[in-house]
């Protein structure tokens, strides 16, 4: 079957830095996502893992073990407008993009 | 960039009645586009993926019946909610992948929060 597994909340204090863990379990895997989404909105791309490794953009980057089924979202200086919800999603094999449910991450002051 | 225009942004309609969402990519042409239902503090879960000029794959569990999905343009795709109950209460989004095909190209609209009452 297929599955994400990623924390529900998270709290970090702002400046600092934050990891999002996400483990996943599928029989077809065409890439690792990020979004962030903030309540009633849509999702926004964040970033895209198809191979292993660190892909670093600004003050986010995202990492890709496929071997273990693992990736993990990093927040570098955290500020306010971070607090939202963060979603791991998986592309399957009928590139279809199957969605965790999500990590609501507050940054307080 | 490119862009997903959804409208409407937001429906309140009476038990029975049917609310049609539309989807329309801006500047770009999409052979496919998706509907997900999300449900408060809940992950998006993909509804259907349809096809210009072809019938929607629907997901299992998803009635294709009350959930009328029709692509007719490689612009503009629907999705009409017959005889909508209060367990049809969420939010829907539609995304459009590219027609150039990569997979990183998958925009989202802004989403429709229906109420049904």
């Known amino acids: 079957g297929q599955n994400i597994d990623q924390p529900t909340e998270m709290t970090a204090t702002e400046g600092a830095i934050v990891q999002i863990n996400c483990t996943y379990q599928t029989s077809g895997f065409n890439g690792l996502f990020w979004y962030q989404q903030h309540a009633g909105e849509a999702p926004t791309f964040l970033s895209y893992n198809v191979l292993d490794g660190l892909e670093e953009k600004g003050r986010f980057s995202s990492f890709l073990s496929r071997s273990k089924g693992y990736s993990y979202l990093l927040l570098k200086e955290l500020q306010m407008k971070d607090s939202a919800s963060y979603l791991c999603?998986?592309?399957?094999?009928?590139?279809?993009?199957?969605f965790g449910t999500g990590t609501r991450l507050t940054v307080i002051p | 960039g490119a862009v997903v225009s959804q409208h409407p942004s937001r429906v309140i309609c009476k038990s029975g009645t049917s609310v049609k969402i539309e989807c329309r990519s801006l500047?770009?042409?999409?052979?496919?586009m998706f509907w997900y239902r999300q449900f408060p503090k809940q992950s998006l879960m993909l509804m259907a993926t349809?096809?210009?000029?072809?019938?929607?794959?629907?997901e299992q569990g998803v009635e294709k019946d009350k959930f009328l999905i029709n692509h007719a343009s490689l612009t503009l795709s629907t999705l009409t909610v017959t005889s909508a109950h209060p367990e049809d209460s969420s939010f829907y989004i539609c995304?459009?992948?590219?027609?150039?095909?990569?997979?990183?190209?998958?925009?989202f609209g802004s989403g429709t929060q229906l109420s049904v009452l």
């Open positions: 500047d770009f042409q999409a052979t496919t």
């Open positions: 995304s459009a992948r590219d027609r150039g095909f990569t997979n990183e190209k998958l925009f």
């Open positions: 999603a998986f592309l399957t094999g009928a590139n279809n993009l199957f």
């Open positions: 349809s096809n210009e000029g072809s019938k929607a794959t629907y």
